[in-house]
């Protein structure tokens, strides 16, 4: 199988995070539940992973970093911590439903700062409008649509200007796009542990800024279990319940594995798999490309429509084919109607540092086959 959908999971993991996952089910059980050997493990990697994630997204405080199931869980810490029924909040034009769905059951009045594919002055400048008298904003760094790289750092200086709280969904840039968290100066940002930092399913993570973050969920932490109220201090706050200590440990050597090869290592080789394949495609004009012009507008996925073929079609003839990709509106219906592609969505081509040259010129040939 030529596995080409990684903005929804990295499939394919170094060897060390598989290890990992066993050696944790093998040896740990969990933190802050005692002082015994595998308590004292479980504790030691959950921290270890703490570090690390601190290190890679230059968090002051490793305390910053709280676990989470799924960057949409953390997103929903964050939006409910800083907006509320009725509550005006900004967004860009390209939110996944885990922004748009959450904004919308909790009653917000969402403003959407829509502007065109690939322009991120745009993208600014509609910001810059909807700004003034907003609770708080929203924007993707990455799309996982058309993996358009969003100006979130000139977003958040508009923020601040404004003093409005920004949240960054970093769900398709982290482990190829990098991000400064101290730097950048938004509340939050929130990350799958599945797919660009090459952890386990059922891992994520909620970097905070403040301290007081209202919990999401509520009860045993391990701390101050004499209270009723649940714990004053990060990460304990948001981490009630047991941990996925194999995730965890998993999640851990993924990042590792990244710090070895450097988050702007992995995005150039994408961005060459991108580059290779669009390239092979170029003469055929019953493709249509979502790409940017500058490159560097674009991490590694790259959407296509094929003319008189449904998308979803297209993906289960590839899927015959032995090319693994996905196709419809991939969870962000707001990215294709801002795009316009809401009617016929796309198919979505999605890059991996484990893929090859070889590999997606494969995937261009099978396209072509299908449209023969």
Request: proline fraction near 4%; aromatic fraction near 6%.
């Given at each position: 199988?030529?596995?080409?959908?990684?903005?929804?999971?990295?499939?394919?993991?170094?060897?060390?995070?598989?290890?990992?996952?066993?050696?944790?089910?093998?040896?740990?059980?969990?933190?802050?539940?005692?002082?015994?050997?595998?308590?004292?493990?479980?504790?030691?990697?959950?921290?270890?992973?703490?570090?690390?994630?601190?290190?890679?997204?230059?968090?002051?405080?490793?305390?910053?970093?709280?676990?989470?199931?799924?960057?949409t869980h953390g997103l929903n810490i964050a939006i409910r911590a800083l907006a509320g029924p009725g509550d005006r909040v900004v967004?860009?034009?390209?939110?996944?439903?885990?922004?748009?769905?959450?904004?919308?059951?909790?009653?917000?009045?969402?403003?959407?700062?829509?502007?065109?594919?690939?322009?991120?002055?745009?993208?600014?400048?509609?910001?810059?409008?909807?700004?003034?008298?907003?609770?708080?904003?929203?924007?993707?760094?990455?799309?996982?649509?058309?993996?358009?790289?969003?100006?979130?750092?000139?977003?958040?200086?508009?923020?601040?200007?404004?003093?409005?709280?920004?949240?960054?969904?970093?769900?398709?840039?982290?482990?190829?796009?990098?991000?400064?968290?101290?730097?950048?100066?938004?509340?939050?940002?929130?990350?799958?542990?599945?797919?660009?930092?090459?952890?386990p399913q059922g891992t994520g993570v909620l970097l905070c800024r403040e301290e007081n973050v209202p919990p999401l969920f509520f009860?045993?932490?391990?701390?101050?279990?004499?209270?009723?109220?649940?714990?004053?201090?990060?990460?304990?706050?948001?981490?009630?319940?047991?941990?996925?200590?194999p995730g965890i440990a998993g999640l851990l050597a993924g990042v590792r594995w990244l710090q070895r090869r450097t988050c702007a290592?992995?995005?150039?080789?994408?961005?060459?798999?991108?580059?290779?394949?669009?390239?092979?495609?170029?003469?055929?004009?019953?493709?249509?490309?979502?790409?940017?012009?500058?490159?560097?507008?674009?991490?590694?996925?790259?959407?296509?429509?094929?003319?008189?073929?449904?998308?979803?079609?297209?993906?289960?003839?590839?899927?015959?084919?032995?090319?693994?990709?996905?196709?419809?509106?991939?969870?962000?219906?707001?990215?294709?109607?801002?795009?316009?592609?809401?009617?016929?969505?796309?198919?979505?081509?999605?890059?991996?540092?484990?893929?090859?040259?070889?590999?997606?010129?494969?995937?261009?040939?099978?396209?072509?086959?299908?449209?023969?």
């Open positions: 199988m030529i596995y080409l959908d990684s903005a929804a999971t990295s499939f394919q993991k170094p060897a060390a995070v598989r290890y990992a996952v066993c050696e944790a089910l093998e040896t740990m059980s969990s933190p802050g539940r005692g002082g015994y050997a595998s308590a004292m493990l479980a504790a030691d990697t959950v921290l270890d992973c703490r570090l690390a994630l601190a290190d890679l997204f230059c968090v002051r405080r490793p305390e910053q970093v709280a676990f989470t199931s799924s960057a967004i860009s034009g390209y939110e996944h439903n885990a922004v748009w769905r959450t904004l919308w059951g909790l009653g917000a009045d969402i403003r959407v700062a829509a502007s065109p594919l690939f322009d991120r002055a745009a993208a600014v400048e509609a910001f810059r409008r909807l700004l003034p008298g907003a609770k708080a904003a929203v924007c993707t760094q990455v799309s996982n649509v058309f993996g358009f790289i969003l100006p979130v750092a000139e977003i958040a200086a508009l923020c601040r200007a404004q003093g409005v709280p920004l949240i960054v969904d970093a769900s398709q840039a982290a482990g190829s796009v990098g991000l400064d968290f101290e730097k950048l100066g938004c509340a939050f940002a929130a990350m799958p542990g599945h797919k660009g930092l090459l952890g009860g045993g932490t391990g701390s101050v279990s004499q209270e009723a109220a649940m714990p004053d201090f990060l990460p304990d706050r948001l981490e009630p319940g047991t941990h996925n200590v290592a992995v995005l150039d080789h994408e961005r060459s798999l991108l580059a290779a394949f669009s390239d092979a495609l170029a003469g055929e004009s019953r493709i249509r490309q979502f790409r940017a012009a500058d490159p560097a507008d674009q991490a590694g996925v790259l959407s296509v429509q094929l003319d008189g073929v449904d998308c979803e079609q297209a993906a289960a003839l590839l899927a015959e084919r032995g090319v693994a990709v996905r196709a419809g509106l991939h969870c962000a219906p707001l990215a294709h109607q801002t795009a316009g592609t809401l009617a016929e969505g796309t198919v979505r081509f999605s890059f991996s540092p484990f893929n090859t040259r070889r590999e997606v010129l494969q995937a261009a040939d099978a396209l072509r086959d299908i449209l023969d």
